[in-house]
């Protein structure tokens, strides 16, 4: 079910000339008629909320065959308030978006992507340790992104956008080495949420493998030189 706002105009039930009267029978109606509204509401069955996750790698052990020296620190996914809330968001049209009622993320999209991310760049084995910015230690580089798209479009067909940004800085010049820019509208196969959500984490995976398969290419070469 989408989340829809109506707007509707009211008015005063009561004129300026004169007021309602209702006889003792009249009340006794409008209050029967009240609790069995009451009574037929309680006892509907509600709608149950379904929620959704993205899928995230296992992690391997420190100190990989193949890793590196390099402490890789990741800073939080930088989005609009519509990514850091459970909604799943879909586009109403171009200057307009909306959120499902009864469908929702586990996290946040931008926790769920950091998370997605922090746990492939751990698995690859190619670093000495990887975390978030938030645990306060010190890191050779950090990995900043911010999120821009991630929600359901339909314009051309049904598809899900996800829309990404990356920087990497080094921490002991303070400059910008390496930049990462991903955008994406991935074919949605059905016209459900379940299709929607799966076809948003493909795309997300594929984000990430990008930002991995980058950042092994600028190390392998930095540290060559």
Same mark, same amino acid.
């Given at each position: ?36 509204? %009451? ?11 379904? +929620? +959704?996750?993205? %899928? ?41 978006? @909306? ?6 993320? %586990? ?23 990887? +975390? ?30 996800? %829309? ?9 010049? @303070? ?6 820019? +991903? ?6 196969? @059905? ?35």
């Amino acid at each position: 079910m989408k989340k829809k706002i109506l707007k509707r105009n009211t008015r005063d039930a009561f004129s300026s000339a004169g007021r309602f009267r209702f006889g003792p029978a009249k009340f006794v109606g409008l209050a029967l008629v009240a609790i069995l509204g %009451t009574l037929m509401t309680g006892c509907g069955a509600a709608r149950p909320m379904r +929620y +959704y996750q993205l %899928t995230v790698p296992r992690d391997m052990s420190a100190g990989a065959p193949n890793a590196t020296g390099i402490s890789l620190a990741l800073g939080p996914l930088v989005s609009s308030h519509l990514y850091r809330e459970d909604r799943i968001v879909y586009a109403a049209g171009p200057e307009e978006m @909306g959120t499902y009622e009864f469908q929702r993320w %586990t996290e946040p999209p931008a926790e769920m992507i950091s998370e997605v991310l922090l746990r492939t760049l751990r698995a690859s084995g190619r670093y000495r340790d990887v +975390y978030s910015l938030r645990s306060g230690s010190q890191a050779d580089f950090l990995l900043r992104g911010r999120l821009y798209d991630f929600k359901e479009v339909s314009a051309n067909g049904l598809s899900a956008r996800v %829309t990404l940004e990356f920087q990497l800085k080094d921490m002991k010049t @303070g400059s910008t080495v390496w930049s990462h820019f +991903y955008g994406h509208d991935e074919p949605v196969n @059905g016209k459900d949420v379940p299709a929607i959500v799966e076809a948003l984490d493909k795309n997300v995976q594929r984000a990430v493998g990008e930002v991995n398969s980058g950042l092994e290419q600028y190390f392998s070469t930095a540290t060559s030189k």
